[in-house]
């Protein structure tokens, strides 16, 4: 697999100015000095994004993500370093950046068409499809000051994914819209990574990385923490933004240390000893190893659940009593017992993990560290058995029944209810 | 670090393809190109940029002429009625309660003014275009120059609007051009376009660090108006100079201000006349030169404003970087 964008050494270095003279008179009038802090906002970032992979970008707010994002496409110029890109290049920084707001739709299809480089006979080719996709018909020849905030940025991710690039950079945009648009665009990413376009996405929707990325890199204050699978990056992420100190950086038994580490785990099901799979309903039951090196009495064990294409299905309330532990020094088990899974068909994953009930700390994570699968003997299909009963009640008998199959010129059979009314 | 385009990449033998490359992605870019996005852009790439993103300056200037009109149901009609307005006025100040002798004077000054409207106009609008698209300049990337020459082309079409009412109060006023001498028009409007463009380029990317060079701008070309032969005419100049034997130089002086030779070749074809007759005497209003001075003039200035162009390119391309930072 080649390379499709490869940054090398990037350092990007902003000016904060304690005052900032932005005029001749003044540039004079102060001997042309302006006295200024060097702020990095990027140091040394190095990486290569592989083609047809769908990169996440995920750190907090300030961390050079979006920076970075801005010194790909072209936008920034990076103090030192170099940044190739293979083929053509998008980017989605802000949808609908450079609307003329005077302008149609029609007109705004065609300027942000070119900026992002499209010739007029493929803007041509492409309108009705753009328009369809931004569900605008009958608004399309109305000035764009008039839209709703929707259909602004509806048109705006139209025709950026109607670019068609091979390179598609998305600074969360992904989460504008309402939820059918959100599908849409998710579909649109989906299609990008299956005709084998590279994706980079920088977002603060663990979720949404989680779903869509191959691989994530973590950054912090302009340095890259790491680059690895979404799972294991989402857990560094994580576990920095709440503040824990990570890995060999902490000293175990100070608070907020490395107290806690958890094992082995292990998940047991209704159909273990007999089968690989358990059936829907049956009972689960998941085992941790924790080993403590001082005791912790604020301890939260908490569950979570994916589904095959990685969307939660399932993750515990941080407020049930049951999940409080007061955990003594040297560790012991955790029990995380489900009396019914009511789960259908699929492989679904575990993650384990024991934070602070009293601050905002993660004590320990272990994402999807184990698998369970459950197939369905019977025929219902979809992600959930709901528990289900089916009734019928008719309307010129006012009869009700289980199985609505008999015509009403019958005689009720036996165990039909009458009516009340 | 090797930032060259066309050195190999400091890569392992893996990767062999990632060699070259443009610093700049194209439209219709195809998925093999390699981009040093950060790249230094070399001149020849800019020119070359330019001319692949035709379309895209074609529409910027589009745009900026609907925002202009939209809104107005005259639309393109308000701006010939602005210079009719104008020559009106002229006619009236100039043949009537001002004269000053000179026959059809307001065709003279319109002549000019044709030239001096598109050099300003492109210049006092070019220096605010990038500051003014900031929202644009911030989130996407595209060469940057093309938002200063799309002021430029909107100062073409006014120019085209301009021609066309002097044409019609050319021939309501009777009056014929040198005919022979518009052949040296395309070449003067060449010359006038390349300066032009370098002004506006120089300017737009100026002002993002320096915001007061707007108002600097308007001083400047103030000064600059009144320095070109436009409201007055060469001829008074080498008239002062004649009486005066120690300020010969002042007449060389004149025509190294590039918009001087433009003006005046615009003046000699379309006004027609280098004199005319007042009071009993003869009063010349430009110099005698033949077509060949006027070209070789022409192309003096040709020469310089590609020269600066070039330059202008060269100072943009070292500011544009910071670009997105200061805006």
């Given at each position: 697999m080649s390379v499709a964008i490869e940054i090398t050494d990037i350092s990007k270095q902003f000016r904060l100015y304690s005052e900032k003279h932005t005029s001749l008179k003044e540039r004079v009038i102060h001997g042309g000095r302006m006295p200024f802090t060097p702020f990095w906002a990027l140091k040394d970032v190095s990486v290569e994004i592989d083609q047809g992979e769908t990169f996440g970008i995920i750190g907090r707010n300030g961390c050079g993500?979006?920076?970075?994002l801005k010194c790909v496409a072209g936008i920034l110029k990076p103090t030192t370093g170099e940044i190739r890109v293979r083929g053509s290049l998008a980017a989605m920084l802000e949808l609908g950046a450079g609307f003329q707001p005077d302008l149609s739709g029609r007109d705004n299809i065609y300027l942000n068409g070119s900026l992002l480089g499209l010739s007029r006979a493929e803007i041509d080719r492409r309108f009705d499809d753009i328009v369809a996709f931004a569900e605008l018909d009958e608004f399309i020849d109305n000035q764009v000051k008039f839209y709703s905030s929707g259909m602004y940025v509806r048109l705006g991710f139209a025709v950026a994914v109607n670019v068609e690039p091979d390179v598609l950079l998305v600074d969360e945009v992904l989460s504008v819209g309402d939820a059918a648009f959100q599908r849409k665009c998710l579909d649109h990413v989906k299609r990008f990574q299956r005709e084998g376009r590279t994706i980079v996405v920088v977002s603060h929707s663990t979720d949404v990385m989680r779903q869509n990325c191959n691989r994530l890199m973590v950054m912090k204050q302009g340095h890259v923490v790491t680059v690895s699978e979404p799972g294991e990056g989402i857990r560094v992420f994580l576990a920095d933004l709440?503040?824990?100190?990570?890995?060999?950086?902490?000293?175990?038994?100070?608070?907020?240390?490395?107290?806690?580490?958890?094992?082995?785990?292990q998940a047991e099901h209704g159909g273990s000893g007999e089968r690989m799979h358990l059936y829907p309903g049956e009972s689960l039951t998941v085992t941790a190893e924790v080993d403590s090196l001082a005791p912790v009495p604020d301890a939260l064990a908490s569950i979570a659940i994916h589904d095959d294409a990685n969307e939660l299905v399932f993750a515990s309330d941080p407020d049930d009593p049951t999940c409080a532990l007061e955990l003594p020094e040297g560790g012991g088990t955790v029990r995380f017992h489900f009396p019914e899974v009511p789960l259908l068909d699929g492989t679904y994953s575990v993650s384990v993990g024991v934070r602070s009930a009293v601050e905002t700390a993660i004590y320990d994570w272990k994402d999807q560290v184990t698998k369970f699968e459950v197939v369905?003997?019977?025929?219902?299909?979809?992600?959930?058995r709901l528990p289900l009963d089916v009734s019928f009640r008719h309307r010129s008998t006012g009869l009700t029944g289980e199985v609505p199959v008999v015509p009403p010129a019958y005689a009720p059979l036996a165990g039909w209810e009458e009516s009340a009314s | 670090?090797?930032?060259?385009?066309?050195?190999?990449?400091?890569?392992?033998?893996?990767?062999?393809?990632?060699?070259?490359?443009?610093?700049?992605?194209v439209p219709g870019q195809p998925s093999d190109r390699v981009t040093v996005v950060?790249?230094?852009?070399e001149l020849g790439q800019r020119l070359k940029d330019l001319w692949l993103n035709r379309d895209l300056l074609a529409l910027l200037t589009r745009t900026e002429l609907k925002v202009k009109y939209k809104g107005s149901v005259l639309g393109y009609l308000w701006s010939m009625l602005n210079p009719a307005l104008v020559l009106a006025i002229y006619f009236a100040v100039f043949s009537l309660i001002a004269k000053n002798g000179q026959p059809h004077f307001a065709i003279w000054l319109f002549a000019g003014l044709l030239v001096w409207n598109l050099f300003?106009?492109?210049?006092?609008?070019?220096?605010?275009?990038?500051?003014?698209?900031?929202?644009?300049?911030k989130k996407v990337a595209f060469p940057r120059e093309l938002l200063a020459l799309s002021v430029v082309g909107v100062a073409i079409v006014m120019f085209v609007l301009q021609i066309g009412?002097?044409?019609?109060?050319?021939?309501?006023?009777?009056?014929?051009?040198?005919?022979?001498?518009?052949?040296?028009l395309p070449l003067g409007f060449l010359a006038l376009l390349v300066f032009t463009g370098a002004v506006s380029i120089f300017l737009s990317a100026v002002n993002v660090y320096l915001r007061d060079t707007q108002h600097l701008t308007e001083v400047l070309l103030m000064a600059w108006f009144w320095a070109t032969p436009i409201v007055y005419t060469f001829g008074q100049i080498s008239r002062q100079v004649a009486t005066h034997p120690s300020l010969a130089w002042v007449k060389y002086a004149y025509l190294c201000n590039p918009v001087t030779p433009i003006v005046m070749s615009f003046q000699r074809a379309i006004y027609g006349k280098t004199s005319y007759v007042y009071n009993g005497g003869v009063t010349h209003v430009l110099p005698n030169w033949g077509m060949g001075t006027y070209a070789a003039l022409l192309g003096m200035v040709l020469a310089v404003s590609v020269g600066l162009f070039l330059l202008a390119l060269l100072v943009f391309g070292r500011l544009e970087g910071n670009f997105a930072e200061e805006l």
């Open positions: 993500k979006s920076t970075l709440l503040g824990v100190g990570m890995g060999e950086g902490a000293e175990p038994g100070v608070p907020g240390g490395n107290v806690l580490a958890i094992g082995t785990v369905n003997p019977d025929r219902s299909t979809g992600r959930v | 670090m090797s930032l060259g385009v066309e050195q190999p990449a400091a890569a392992g033998p893996d990767k062999p393809s990632f060699i070259g490359g443009s610093t700049r992605f950060n790249g230094k852009v300003n106009g492109a210049a006092m609008g070019a220096t605010t275009v990038v500051v003014g698209k900031a929202g644009i300049v009412v002097l044409i019609l109060a050319m021939v309501l006023f009777g009056i014929t051009p040198d005919w022979p001498y518009l052949a040296l």
